[in-house]
C-alpha cells in the first residue's frame, strides 16, 4: 500500500489532474508552500498512523494568510512533523475506485461523495478500460446525478471529469495497481484529485 503521498506523486507522474501540494517538515517551508500554490490553502498531516486525520484534528481548512499557515503548522506538527499543504477546493465531492475483480479484471467505480457512497451505495460500476461514452453513462446512472448539474451556481464541468475517469480505468490496469481509492475528487471548473490510497500487485 503505498501512503497518500505516494499515491499522488504516482497519479501526477501519470498525469492526472492532482490538486497543487506541497509536504513539509517546518513552519518556514509551509509558508513558502502556501505563498507558491497560493491563498486559501488546506493543511493536514502526513501520518501512516493516523488513518482518519480529521479525528485527530488533523486538518486545517480554509486558511488565507501566512499568520494563519504559521498557527496551524504550530498546532499540526504536534500530532506529525510532516504536513501536507494543498490548495483549497470549492465543488462537488465525488469517489472513483479501481479494484482488480477475480471473474472481470480491473473494474471502475464511481459515485458521490459523503453519504451517498457510504450510506445510500449510490454508485455505478464497469469494467476498465472505459470510454467516453461508458464515462458519460456512470455519471448519468447514479440516483445522485442531478448534484452534478450545478453547485451553489458555479459551473461543473463534467467533460473534464469523464476525460478523468477515463484516464484512472487505464492507468490502473497499465501499472498493475490492484486496488485504487481516490477520495475525495473534487468537481468545479476542472476535476482535482485530493486524496488517494493505491494498492500495487
Same mark, same amino acid.
Request: proline share 3%; net charge neutral.
Given at each position: 500500500?503505498? =501512503?497518500?503521498? *505516494?499515491?499522488?506523486?504516482?497519479? @501526477? #507522474?501519470? /498525469?492526472?489532474? %492532482? $490538486?497543487?501540494?506541497? !509536504?513539509?517538515? =517546518?513552519?518556514? *517551508?509551509?509558508?513558502?508552500?502556501? @505563498? #507558491?500554490? /497560493?491563498?486559501? %490553502? $488546506?493543511?493536514?498531516? !502526513?501520518?501512516?498512523?493516523?488513518?482518519?486525520?480529521?479525528?485527530?484534528?488533523?486538518?486545517?481548512?480554509?486558511?488565507?494568510?501566512?499568520?494563519? !499557515?504559521?498557527?496551524?503548522?504550530?498546532?499540526?506538527?504536534?500530532?506529525?512533523?510532516?504536513?501536507?499543504?494543498?490548495?483549497?477546493?470549492?465543488? !462537488?465531492?465525488?469517489?472513483?475506485?479501481?479494484?482488480?475483480?477475480?471473474?472481470?479484471?480491473?473494474?471502475?467505480?464511481?459515485?458521490?461523495?459523503?453519504?451517498?457512497?457510504?450510506?445510500?451505495?449510490?454508485?455505478?460500476?464497469?469494467?476498465?478500460?472505459?470510454?467516453?461514452?461508458?464515462?458519460?453513462?456512470?455519471?448519468?446512472?447514479?440516483?445522485?446525478?442531478?448534484?452534478?448539474?450545478?453547485?451553489?451556481?458555479?459551473?461543473?464541468?463534467?467533460?473534464?471529469?469523464?476525460?478523468?475517469?477515463?484516464?484512472?480505468?487505464?492507468?490502473?490496469?497499465?501499472?498493475?495497481?490492484?486496488?485504487?481509492?481516490?477520495?475525495?475528487?473534487?468537481?468545479?471548473?476542472?476535476?482535482?484529485?485530493?486524496?488517494?490510497?493505491?494498492?500495487?500487485?
Amino acid at each position: 500500500m503505498l =501512503s497518500v503521498e *505516494e499515491s499522488l506523486d504516482f497519479l @501526477r #507522474k501519470e /498525469g492526472l489532474a %492532482v $490538486v497543487p501540494y506541497n !509536504v513539509v517538515v =517546518s513552519e518556514k *517551508e509551509a509558508v513558502v508552500a502556501a @505563498r #507558491k500554490i /497560493g491563498f486559501p %490553502v $488546506v493543511m493536514k498531516i !502526513v501520518s501512516e498512523e493516523h488513518t482518519h486525520k480529521t479525528d485527530v484534528g488533523g486538518v486545517v481548512t480554509h486558511i488565507n494568510d501566512e499568520e494563519d !499557515v504559521g498557527a496551524a503548522y504550530h498546532r499540526l506538527s504536534k500530532i506529525s512533523k510532516r504536513v501536507m499543504v494543498q490548495k483549497q477546493l470549492e465543488g !462537488v465531492e465525488v469517489v472513483v475506485g479501481v479494484k482488480l475483480d477475480p471473474t472481470f479484471g480491473h473494474v471502475v467505480m464511481f459515485g458521490l461523495g459523503g453519504i451517498f457512497v457510504e450510506v445510500l451505495k449510490d454508485v455505478s460500476f464497469r469494467v476498465c478500460p472505459i470510454t467516453l461514452r461508458d464515462a458519460g453513462s456512470m455519471v448519468k446512472e447514479i440516483k445522485g446525478s442531478k448534484v452534478l448539474a450545478g453547485y451553489r451556481g458555479k459551473k461543473i464541468n463534467l467533460e473534464e471529469f469523464k476525460k478523468l475517469l477515463v484516464e484512472v480505468s487505464r492507468v490502473a490496469p497499465a501499472n498493475d495497481i490492484r486496488e485504487m481509492d481516490l477520495n475525495p475528487v473534487i468537481l468545479g471548473e476542472k476535476p482535482y484529485i485530493v486524496d488517494a490510497r493505491l494498492l500495487m500487485e
